[in-house]
């Protein structure tokens, strides 16, 4: 009735197209709240969020620890450092002992894919996903969801273009069940050392030239290039990666005219990103971190039994 | 005096018929067709009744963990061989993996003490390391391991990367009539992999290890036994690829065999499903071709032997994040049975298995095997009707790890024998 069909919230294949639309409404309302003088309802107090950070993160920390503020509830946050898991301690164990604590919400962003999931095998309450190793982010998947349907109305019939390491990106993952599952196609580009094995078995275009990708695309997506990288023989040097797989301002304008440009950030700009096309008039880049609070905040409402059209 | 009587008695290319056989003092005294032929002179027999059952020569299993000394907390000695009992095993080779590494005559010596000591009557032929402490830079003492008791030497859970060192090891294990095992690995190919490359691992963002990882250093190894005309035995064979090598190797006359585990001809990497860390083995469970090509290499020969390449692991190693998670499968127990569901879905024979499990790694360990009249009374008897569920709680080994937990299986030892003595009934 109105509500999720499931309670975790760990990657987007086990979304269904009515929760993801939920998810997209419920934080349309929810961005409302965000834009008002007095940034707080009280739907979630008494309720505590625990966010675990095994792995550093800036942007999505913080948008996880603002959305539960703004619904009232208290929000506490670990990080690897912080946490007992520098003194050997099994993520297991962590959680339980925090779990004690009665928490209502566990947020969880590791370096280790399905780390979320022995979690949420290992406790009674609904557990969030807030990026793991190279599996999936869902929250950012939902937040670009929201951005291009802010923008276009729907997501049905468009073209997504994402550009990047796409192998080791939980975002491509998440956004590619996503943008599929609601109707879009979905074409990635890269060069074949940043491919992943059977990449084309998951329903998408494969293509190594960027203008190729970009041609038809109502919205691209820049994945950022880890300089670390040419460490593992993916790329030559970071001038040819800028030169050959990077959206500049020239490439740019075989792109349509109305298209979206968006990047999961941080931003290397001068490699995957030319600075006048992360700051241009096409660049969503913001609007992306902004919906990313409102995406939050309706999953945390929604988690704990909110169900359509409720939140204020 | 003791008579199994009323089997199908099945010693693959030896016997296959109805047989009783009449055991003394720890020995065949005699194999007798019963419509045919009188038994030997009455004196006070114990009868086991094996009708309906077969009876096989003692199962081998080449290549176990059994982890002691230095990881008693995963198995010991005793307790792999309750578990190698129970799952039909005469005789186990324990790899030198353990804390000290088997790399000397002295650790040899006190796992054949241990393995006196636990009183379980499972027999114990260690392998010694190829090289000091595995680390895969001097050669350990082979003749001392040899005259100590190793029947065959390996770095098994690392590569011999260090190709020099490998042709040497070759060369000079061959002195000592040892065959080298090898654990083929290219550790650069791995890199950070924790399953198989592949549709599987992408979709869980899993980072990947390719088949080339396993067949570039089985082509080598092939190369160095051509070279050095030393025994190689290349173990837990996954690929199709590495199946291949060693079949065009073989037809070569190169001195090479192979083995591989149940696990490979039953499972796919799709059996890691939500990131279980029961199927995270190493190498890991491959593709539906690899399982098809190393079932084929099975029925055709290529493969020689099925070994489990038991690896027991406590609970707290399997119980955290996937690429946190230890290599292994606890696999002496269901080594049989899942072997035997390869004689039910006919992909080999039974006479086959049998071989694959007794004759044959006994030729390459230079072991004695089969049954015969003045031999060991190492017997297995199998029932192949039996159906029964794998429950890690009737688990013999402290390795509770296993994908297979709950499956359902037809076929299973029922008696185990070593020297006369009963190991394990459950006829």
Known sequence: MGGLSTKHILDMESLSREDISLILDTAVNMKEISRRAVKKVPTLRGKTVVSFFYEPSTRTKVSFDIAAKRLSADAVSLTAGSSSMTKGETLIDTVKNLEAMSPDIIVIRHSSAGAPYLLARNVAVPVINAGDGMHAHPTQALLDLMTVR???????????????DIARSRVARSNIEGFKKMGASVVVAAPPTMMPS????????????????????????????QKERQAGFLFSTLREYARTFGLTSERLKKARPDVLIMHPGPLNRGVEIAPEVADGEYSVILDQVENGVAVRMALFYLVLGGQRDGGD | MV????????????????????????RIVDIVDPAAGSPPAAEEARVIIAAGKIVVPGLIDMHVHLREPGYEYKETIASGCLAAARGGFTAVCPMPNTDPVNDRAEICRFILSQAAKSDVGVRVFPIGAVSRASAGKELAEYAEMKEAGVVAVSDDGHPVSNNQLMRR?????????????????????????????????????????????????????????????????????????????????????????????????????????????????????????????????????????????????????????????????????????????????????????????????????????????????????????????????????????TPFDGWELQGRAVLTMVGGSVVFDNL
């Open chain 1, 150 to 164: 802010e923008k276009r109305g729907n997501i049905s019939g468009l073209r997504l273009a994402i550009i990047g």
């Open chain 1, 198 to 225: 059977g990449i084309s078995s998951l329903g998408v275009d494969v293509t190594y030239s960027v203008d190729e990708a970009i041609a038809e695309a109502d919205a691209i997506m820049m994945l950022r290039i």
């Open chain 2, 3 to 26: 008579v199994i009587k009323g089997g199908r008695v099945v010693d693959p290319g030896h016997l296959d018929g109805m047989f009783d056989i009449y055991i003394s003092e720890g």
């Open chain 2, 169 to 401: 090891a070759l060369e000079y294990a061959r002195g000592f009539g040892l065959p080298v095992i090898s654990h083929c690995e290219v550790l650069d190919l791995v890199a950070n992999g924790v399953m198989n490359e592949g549709l599987t691992a992408t979709r869980l963002g899993l980072a990947g290890i390719p088949n080339a990882s396993e067949s570039v250093m089985v082509q080598r190894d092939i190369a160095l036994c051509e070279l050095t005309g030393g025994a190689l035995h290349i173990a837990h064979v996954s690929t199709k690829e590495s199946v291949q090598a060693i079949r065009e190797a073989k037809r070569r006359g190169a001195p090479v065999t192979a083995e591989t585990a149940p696990h490979f001809f039953t499972l796919t990497d799709e059996a890691v499903g939500q990131y279980d860390t029961d199927a995270k083995v190493n190498p890991p469970l491959r593709s539906s071709a690899d399982r098809e090509a190393v079932r084929e290499g099975l029925a055709d020969g290529t493969i020689d032997v099925i070994a489990s390449d038991h690896a027991p692991h406590a609970v707290t190693e399997k119980e955290v994040e996937f690429d946190l998670a230890a290599n292994g499968i606890s696999g002496l127990e269901t080594s049989l049975g899942l072997s035997l569901s390869l004689v039910n879905e006919n992909v080999i024979s039974l006479g086959r298995m049998v071989e694959t499990m007794t004759n044959a790694p006994a030729r390459i360990l230079g072991l004695a095997s089969g049954l015969k009249k003045g031999g060991a009374a190492d017997i297995t008897i199998i029932d192949l009707d039996r159906k029964w569920r794998v429950k890690t709680g009737e688990f013999r080994s402290r390795g509770k790890n």
